[in-house]
Nanobody, 114 residues
Framework: QEQLVESGGGLVQPGETLRLSCTASRRVFDFTAMAWYRQTPGKEREFVAG??????TKYADSVKGRFTISRDLANRLYLQMTSVRPEDTAVYYC?????????WGQGTQVTVSS
């Protein structure tokens, strides 16, 4: 059973920068793919950004140019969030795909408000 633990959420003002981290129970390169999703009350969980084994990345249109997904050589996945907006407020989840199984973290709250 793989484990993912998010951290780095909090309260930030519009326009500021925040970096989320996801610590995995194994090397991030062992996962077929990893991604960040977010969810607000009453809405479906939505894709934010993803990265696959070869390093290719993909972003939701709403965050393209503002958010960057990256990983280190050990067991951490990151989401650099710049120029944040109130509509970025959500619980952010880390997802990892390993041997065709999806693993999720418990989420970290991000609130963008002045």
């Amino acid at each position: 059973q793989e484990q993912l633990v998010e951290s780095g959420g909090g309260l930030v003002q519009p326009g500021e920068t925040l970096r989320l981290s996801c610590t995995a129970s194994r090397r991030v390169f062992d996962f077929t793919a990893m991604a960040w999703y977010r969810q607000t009350p009453g809405k479906e969980r939505e894709f934010v950004a993803g990265i696959v084994g070869g390093g290719q990345t993909k972003y939701a249109d709403s965050v393209k140019g503002r958010f960057t997904i990256s990983r280190d050589l050990a067991n951490r996945l990151y989401l650099q969030m710049t120029s944040v907006r109130p509509e970025d407020t959500a619980v952010y989840y880390c997802k990892g795909v390993y041997w065709s199984h999806d693993y999720w973290g418990q989420g970290t709250q991000v609130t963008v408000s002045s």
